[in-house]
């Protein structure tokens, strides 16, 4: 039989040769793709939705909540829990919340709410960390800055006293000890303590918070000749997964701080209408206080132990000689990646 027909007698049977053949070896193998991408998809949606129902929804439901109880119960009754149960029941029983419709956008109306209170509360929280930290300050408007320039020159006369005397008591340690007597060292720790509560170098921010990162940033330029700003960008990504978390969740915790800074301020708008309000801000209002500088505090820690840790690794990267003192290689590293100046014009 010649070539040409046995062709077309395997053509009309189906088979259609080598493509054919691969063809169907690459189908098969499609599914699997398909199904990876479709899972990894319905996956996302799912963290996408839980992070945006715990971060904007449900602590704006219950600031809705606590907006009506404040608007119901007002300066008058602020503890008329009977009356309270009594309105909420009336409310129930209207026809409109007895239906399926009034029910469905009553759940709407309350999920768009409580997600518009939370956005506000994020933009709110965005200006509390910028004011916490305060690194642009001398960016501010003029009336603003003059203000924050003269707190600023008080925290650092403050902090000069402070540091005189505690060096006044090292010095005396420091004498004590040649002459082979021991002095009580109670007093110099409660001196350091002292100053610290201010900063834990020269103040040069309004916050304590914003000093303790710009203490880092100090340090680092003091002793290993560093500017963190120039090289912290190339430090990242050098650093192993386990720095990153650790340091990504104590930036995190200046976030969910500042955040609950946020939440205080707005029941404290509730405390116009209902004063019990203003003791929920007051809890809140701490509590962001005191976590924000735990959080900073450990964020400048991982901050400054990262850069002094890895600094001889970035300079190897960068092909530069780290076998040099600490100071020596800060000091090269910092050069070669700040760059040049621009040409005169």
């Not at 004011?131 to 408007?141: G, K, Y």
């Not at 918070?209 to 990504?237: K, S, T």
């Not at 809140?284 to 735990?294: I, K, P, Q």
Request: hydrophobic share 45%.
């Amino acid at each position: 039989m010649p070539a040409g027909e046995v062709r077309q007698k395997l053509d009309a049977a189906g088979f259609t040769g080598r493509a054919h053949l691969h063809d169907q070896q690459r189908r098969p193998a499609s599914r699997p793709v398909v199904m990876m991408v479709n899972s990894f998809l319905s996956e996302l949606g799912k963290r996408l939705a839980e992070r945006w129902f715990s971060v904007l929804v449900l602590p704006g439901a219950l600031y809705l909540a606590l907006a009506v109880v404040a608007h119901t119960l007002g300066h008058n009754r602020p503890f008329d829990l009977p009356f309270l149960i009594d309105r909420i029941t009336a409310w129930a029983s209207t026809p409109a919340a007895g239906t399926l419709g009034g029910q469905i956008m009553s759940l709407v109306a309350v999920l768009a709410g409580s997600a518009a209170v939370g956005l506000v509360a994020r933009s709110l929280s965005a200006l509390v960390e910028r004011a916490t930290l305060a690194a642009d300050w001398r960016d501010w408007p003029s009336p603003l800055r003059r203000y924050v320039s003269r707190l600023v020159r008080r925290r650092q006369e403050s902090w000069t006293t402070r540091a005189a005397a505690w060096h006044q008591l090292r010095r005396d340690a420091l004498d004590g000890a040649v002459r082979g007597e021991r002095t009580d060292s109670s007093e110099r720790h409660a001196a350091y303590r002292a100053m610290s509560r201010i900063s834990a170098e020269r103040p040069d921010r309004p916050t304590w918070c914003g000093d303790r990162l710009h203490a880092a940033a100090i340090r680092l330029e003091r002793d290993f000749h560093l500017q963190l700003d120039v090289v912290w960008p190339h430090v990242w990504l050098i650093l192993p997964d386990s720095a990153r978390s650790e340091i990504t969740a104590a930036g995190q915790g200046i976030n969910r701080a500042t955040a609950r800074t946020a939440w205080a301020v707005l029941c404290l708008v509730l405390a116009l209408v209902w004063w019990p309000a203003a003791a929920v801000a007051a809890v809140l209002f701490l509590s962001g206080h005191r976590g924000c500088r735990a959080a900073t505090d450990l964020y400048a820690l991982l901050l400054e132990s990262a850069a002094q840790l890895h600094i001889r690794d970035l300079a190897e990267r960068l092909g530069l000689d780290g076998t040099g003192t600490p100071e020596e290689t800060g000091e090269r590293v910092t050069r070669m990646l700040e760059g040049t100046l621009p040409p005169p014009p």
